[in-house]
């Protein structure tokens, strides 16, 4: 016989949206870390064309 | 902008790698497409009931952090030995993924260990002995941060992500070594057939999630080693 666990739909639906939430969250987190990186790097190769 | 363009600026020893929004859109899909079909073809199981849906993220989630700090071994070993920046940008960019992972894993175990166990959180071997490993990791990043000197910085963290990934095999070994609450490891081996295409197709496909992570943080590392060295070369007279 199994056994069936209350509320268990509730623990099951909150680990997927857990795991969605921190890779997601993570994901957006890199691409603006790549976004301001690039923007850093244009800006310091600018400035320093503008010296030459 | 171009990632040509981006590449040949940067001054140290590191290529920009190209974007690959591709493979995040790929992963994503896979990822999506094998919890589905995990979730929606499997039987309750005779102990834990359908509460064994929950195997698919957290048995992923826990063998991909372990492949990542596999990595920051690796990376770190080869930028001791070869000297090279982009070894240990390997490897930062692996150990913060791997962060991630852990306390994915964590947070997983503990929604799964309140129905069954009937607490959020015990001092378990492999629960305490994966929350160290967290803890190790996320020590490696602040290190990091803290260090301005990027030669000192890349020589401490290899040393302390090469003594951090020992940590591994005890975590994993941890259910044999001791008596714990946690059941064995789950794999093919330890679980009912019923389960393993399941199990092994969630983990291909949060391997390929962390491959595009690890892929992803290494080029934002890139680009910001690359700013560095473009700033210091201006401020030096505009040699970039």
Redesign the interface.
């Known amino acids: 016989m199994t056994v069936v666990f209350a509320n268990e739909w509730t623990y099951i639906i909150a680990a997927y949206v857990v795991t969605w939430l921190g890779l997601g969250g993570y994901s957006i987190y890199l691409a603006r870390l790549s976004r301001r990186a690039e923007q850093d790097y244009e800006a310091a190769r600018s400035s320093g064309k503008g010296k030459s | ?1 171009t990632d040509m363009n ?1 590449g040949q ?1 940067a001054g140290a020893d590191v290529a920009i790698p190209p ?1 690959r929004a591709w493979l ?1 859109l790929v992963s ?1 899909l896979a ?1 999506a497409g094998t ?1 589905w079909w995990a ?1 929606s073809n499997s039987a ?8 064994q ?2 195997m698919y ?2 048995v992923p ?1 826990a063998w991909t952090a372990f492949i990542a700090f596999f990595i920051v071994l690796v990376a770190s070993a080869m930028y001791l030995w070869k000297r090279e920046e982009k070894f240990d940008l390997v490897a930062a960019s692996a150990a913060e ?1 791997g962060a ?1 992972l852990t ?2 894993t964590l ?2 175990g503990s ?2 260990g ?3 166990w009937g607490t959020w959180w015990t001092w378990d071997a492999r629960l305490t002995s994966t929350a160290i490993l967290l803890l190790i990791y996320i020590g490696y990043l602040a290190l990091r941060a803290a260090t301005d000197d990027a030669e000192r910085r890349a020589r401490w963290s290899a040393a302390v992500g090469i003594l951090g990934a020992i940590n591994v095999p005890i975590v994993y070994m941890s259910v044999r070594w001791w008596r714990t609450l946690h059941q064995v490891q789950s794999s093919p081996s330890t679980i009912s057939s019923t389960y393993v295409d399941g199990l092994r197709l969630n983990a291909l496909s949060m391997t390929l ?1 962390l491959v595009w ?1 690890i892929l ?2 290494y ?2 590392a890139c ?2 080693r ?2 560095e060295t ?2 210091e ?2 401020a030096l ?4």
């Open positions: 902008m981006l600026g974007k995040g994503l990822i919890q979730v309750p199981d005779r102990d834990m009931g359908n509460l849906k929950i993220v957290h989630a993924v991630v306390a994915l947070a997983l929604i799964w309140r129905p069954t999630v992570l992803a943080r080029r934002a680009l910001q690359a700013a473009a700033s070369n201006a007279g505009g040699r970039v």
